[in-house]
Nanobody, 115 residues
Framework: QVQLAESGGGLVQAGGSLRLSCAASGSLFSISAVGWYRQAPGKQREWVTTITRSGSTNYADSIKGRFTISRDNAKNTVYLQMNSLKTEDTAVYYC?????????WGQGTQVTVSS
């Protein structure tokens, strides 16, 4: 079993920055990739970014060049650095972890970008 806990959300003006954190605990040996999804009001949850165990990263086109995912293996923590935030980035951001047999999710953290 894996537990994920996000933090770092909040209110920021457009053009500003936030850094989200996702602390993982439990059977981490089973996790092959971690990343972030987000869900805006009235919309479906959408994939944002993923980082694999080897460090390979992928990003959604909507955030490419503005968001950066990274990981600190010693702290079992994944970060999402979000720069040049736009009002359309407003959403609940969820951390996820994937293994061969299951996906794990955090409880989500709210990011609100004001104009």
């Amino acid at each position: 079993q894996v537990q994920l806990a996000e933090s770092g959300g909040g209110l920021v003006q457009a053009g500003g920055s936030l850094r989200l954190s996702c602390a993982a605990s439990g059977s981490l040996f089973s996790i092959s990739a971690v990343g972030w999804y987000r869900q805006a009001p009235g919309k479906q949850r959408e994939w944002v970014t993923t980082i694999t165990r080897s460090g390979s990263t992928n990003y959604a086109d909507s955030i490419k060049g503005r968001f950066t995912i990274s990981r600190d293996n010693a702290k079992n923590t994944v970060y999402l650095q979000m720069n040049s935030l736009k009002t359309e980035d407003t959403a609940v951001y969820y951390c996820f972890g994937s293994s061969s047999w299951s996906d794990y999710w955090g409880q989500g953290t709210q990011v609100t970008v004001s104009s």
